[in-house]
């Protein structure tokens, strides 16, 4: 059976700052999906990530659809106006546009979806983040898909041994879509060149060299290329199928135990570590850390089992603790060189305004 998978995700309003959707809200946009959804959607699944609220759906009626989007982009502007009436702060923050156009792409709210033929068993990973950008996925990508040393399953599996094919795009590029596609193992080098620059280059999808499949749809877009001036963090989604001649659960989910550093924080300007945490998680220290979770499910004819919280076992609290050291550490050099972005990443502008100012009083000295 073929099936789309689409996830939407929308900061919509938020209590307390950016920290987390009211109970009220969630409930208004569940209400909204299950109103709306008669004839369009096999099933959905709704969830919060910091202040972000995230739609998963599937349905047969393939990537882009008009009326999938259309719901999404209904459902949100439903919950804008509960969050209005509620006074949360950030209300309808993400929807960018006066009415919808056909397609939420460049609208606001994040999107990741890809079209498959269901397995017998089909497993997948839904991942979202929260204050950080589409290239916090970068680096647990490339682990996971060219790595043998995180991954087994790159010298186990026949399949996965053929390697992946990546679409990496230039997200600086916003006259329209500009993407290359990488194959590892044979373009490693090339692919590691670009991933390294993840406010740049971000990976958009991952697909099987030894079936065609697509494994990974990432949300790629950049709100302040979209706005032209910061309205919050990007806060990607992203789809990863699993198992088979795919990496399994466990290969996915390891590289995220390092807490690497990634774009964001408080007003989206700093670096900070990005921290696994359970579903349904608010924001707390410097409007983060960077937030990072993963609900795994099954889906068969397109009904999803419930969803199971991968980082809610045991094992990453120890990483929670790790990553918890790490943002205190470059917290306590405060704005100074690595801790926050370069300037050309700077999500408010008010230190490059001071800059402009302060040209004209620049002076060259004369040769003595």
Not at 304 to 315: Q, R
């Given at each position: 059976?073929?099936?789309?998978?689409?996830?939407?995700?929308?900061?919509?309003?938020?209590?307390?700052?950016?920290?987390?959707?009211?109970?009220?809200?969630?409930?208004?946009?569940?209400?909204?999906?299950?109103?709306?959804?008669?004839?369009?959607?096999?099933?959905?699944?709704?969830?919060?990530?910091?202040?972000?609220?995230?739609?998963?759906?599937?349905?047969?009626?393939?990537?882009?659809?008009?009326?999938?989007?259309?719901?999404?982009?209904?459902?949100?502007?439903?919950?804008?106006?509960?969050?209005?009436?509620q006074g949360l702060?950030?209300?309808?923050?993400?929807?960018?546009?006066?009415?919808?156009?056909?397609?939420?792409?460049?609208?606001?709210?994040?999107?990741?979806?890809?079209?498959?033929?269901?397995?017998?068993?089909?497993?997948?990973?839904?991942?979202?983040?929260?204050?950080?950008?589409?290239?916090?996925?970068?680096?647990?990508?490339?682990?996971?898909?060219?790595?043998?040393?995180?991954?087994?399953?790159?010298?186990?599996?026949?399949?996965?041994?053929?390697?992946?094919?990546?679409?990496?795009?230039?997200?600086?590029?916003?006259?329209?879509?500009?993407?290359?596609?990488?194959?590892?193992?044979?373009?490693?080098?090339?692919?590691?060149?670009?991933?390294?620059?993840?406010?740049?280059?971000?990976?958009?999808?991952?697909?099987?060299?030894?079936?065609?499949?697509?494994?990974?749809?990432?949300?790629?877009?950049?709100?302040?290329?979209?706005?032209?001036?910061?309205?919050?963090?990007?806060?990607?989604?992203?789809?990863?199928?699993?198992?088979?001649?795919?990496?399994?659960?466990?290969?996915?989910?390891?590289?995220?135990?390092?807490?690497?550093?990634?774009?964001?924080?408080?007003?989206?300007?700093?670096?900070?570590?990005?921290?696994?945490?359970?579903?349904?998680?608010?924001?707390?220290?410097?409007?983060?850390?960077?937030?990072?979770?993963?609900a795994a499910l099954?889906?068969?004819?397109?009904?999803?089992?419930?969803?199971?919280?991968?980082?809610?076992?045991?094992?990453?609290?120890?990483?929670?603790?790790?990553?918890?050291?790490?943002?205190?550490?470059?917290?306590?050099?405060?704005?100074?060189?690595?801790?926050?972005?370069?300037?050309?990443?700077?999500?408010?502008?008010?230190?490059?305004?001071?800059?402009?100012?302060?040209?004209?009083?620049?002076?060259?000295?004369?040769?003595?």
């Open positions: 059976m073929k099936v789309t998978l689409s996830v939407i995700k929308a900061d919509i309003g938020s209590i307390g700052g950016h920290i987390a959707p009211s109970r009220k809200l969630l409930d208004t946009v569940r209400a909204s999906v299950r109103e709306r959804s008669q004839g369009l959607l096999l099933d959905s699944y709704i969830s919060h990530t910091g202040d972000d609220i995230a739609i998963v759906m599937t349905h047969t009626r393939g990537v882009g659809n008009r009326e999938i989007h259309q719901l999404a982009w209904d459902v949100f502007s439903e919950g804008t106006k509960v969050a209005k009436a702060y950030g209300a309808g923050q993400d929807l960018l546009k006066d009415s919808f156009s056909g397609n939420v792409r460049g609208m606001g709210p994040a999107v990741a979806e890809m079209e498959l033929d269901e397995r017998p068993g089909e497993p997948f990973l839904f991942f979202a983040a929260d204050k950080t950008d589409p290239g916090a996925y970068n680096l647990p990508l490339y682990r996971t898909f060219v790595d043998p040393m995180n991954t087994p399953g790159l010298i186990l599996s026949p399949q996965m041994s053929q390697g992946y094919r990546f679409v990496v795009m230039d997200v600086a590029h916003t006259a329209a879509d500009r993407v290359i596609e990488l194959n590892a193992p044979e373009d490693l080098y090339d692919l590691a060149a670009l991933l390294r620059d993840p406010e740049r280059y971000v990976v958009e999808s991952i697909w099987s060299r030894a079936t065609g499949e697509q494994t990974v749809a990432v949300a790629t877009s950049r709100l302040h290329n979209i706005a032209g001036k910061y309205t919050g963090k990007d806060d990607p989604v992203m789809l990863v199928r699993v198992q088979m001649n795919f990496p399994a659960t466990g290969e996915v989910l390891a590289p995220y135990a390092t807490g690497h550093y990634v774009g964001g924080g408080m007003r989206g300007s700093h670096q900070m570590p990005l921290m696994p945490v359970a579903l349904n998680s608010g924001t707390s220290y410097f409007d983060g850390p960077p937030l990072v979770s993963c099954c889906m068969h004819e397109g009904k999803l089992t419930e969803p199971l919280d991968a980082f809610a076992h045991p094992f990453w609290n120890a990483v929670r603790e790790k990553v918890t050291g790490k943002a205190v550490e470059m917290r306590s050099q405060g704005f100074f060189g690595a801790a926050m972005l370069p300037m050309t990443e700077l999500e408010y502008t008010g230190i490059t305004d001071k800059l402009r100012r302060l040209e004209d009083r620049f002076k060259v000295r004369a040769k003595p």
